[in-house]
């Protein structure tokens, strides 16, 4: 099965309303499948901290 992957929880908003939703739960974050689980990855593009994303 295809997993797809994402950093944030508003990447996952929008995919899932360009998809029509997530059946099989094919779509999730990529620190739910890490060693270190947390909410989502900070975008450093705001932060400007790339080591820590």
């Given at each position: 099965?295809?997993?797809i992957l994402f950093v944030c929880?508003?990447?996952?908003?929008?995919?899932?309303?360009?998809?029509?939703?997530?059946?099989?739960?094919?779509?999730?974050?990529?620190?739910?499948?890490?060693?270190?689980?947390?909410?989502?990855?900070?975008?450093?593009?705001?932060?400007?901290?790339?080591?820590?994303?």
């Amino acid at each position: 099965m295809t997993k797809i992957l994402f950093v944030c929880h508003g990447n996952i908003r929008n995919i899932q309303r360009i998809v029509g939703g997530a059946p099989d739960r094919k779509i999730s974050l990529l620190l739910d499948h890490s060693l270190r689980p947390g909410p989502e990855v900070a975008d450093p593009w705001y932060t400007g901290d790339f080591d820590a994303a």
